[in-house]
Nanobody, 121 residues
């Protein structure tokens, strides 16, 4: 079992920045982790993912160049630094763990409850 707790969300003006954190407890050794988001009335979508070593990262086209995913395995934590935020980035952001290798799809094994990010124009 793995528990994931996200933090760092909030209200920010367009152009601003936030850093989300996802603290994991349980079996995370060797796992990949991802960030996803879901806006009201829309389906959940992939945002970013990172391999266990941190050497491989993947981003959705809509956030590439603005968001950076990183992890600290000693702290069992993955981060999402979000710069140049836009109103369309408004969503609930959730992190997830996957054991079968890094992926950009939704087939992750454990999910957190999410943290709200609201970007005002």
């Amino acid at each position: 079992q793995v528990q994931l707790v996200e933090s760092g969300g909030g209200l920010v003006q367009a152009g601003g920045s936030l850093r989300l954190s996802c603290a994991a407890s349980g079996r995370t050794f060797g796992s990949s982790m991802g960030w996803f988001r879901q806006a009201p009335g829309k389906e959940r979508e992939f945002v970013a993912a990172i391999s266990w070593s941190g050497e491989s990262t993947y981003y959705a086209a809509s956030v590439k160049g603005r968001f950076t995913i990183s992890r600290d395995n000693a702290k069992h934590t993955v981060y999402l630094k979000m710069n140049s935020l836009k109103p369309e980035d408004t969503a609930v952001y959730s992190c997830a763990v996957r054991y079968a290798g890094v992926s950009t799809d939704l087939k992750y094994d454990y999910w957190g409850r999410g943290t709200q990010v609201t970007v005002s124009s």
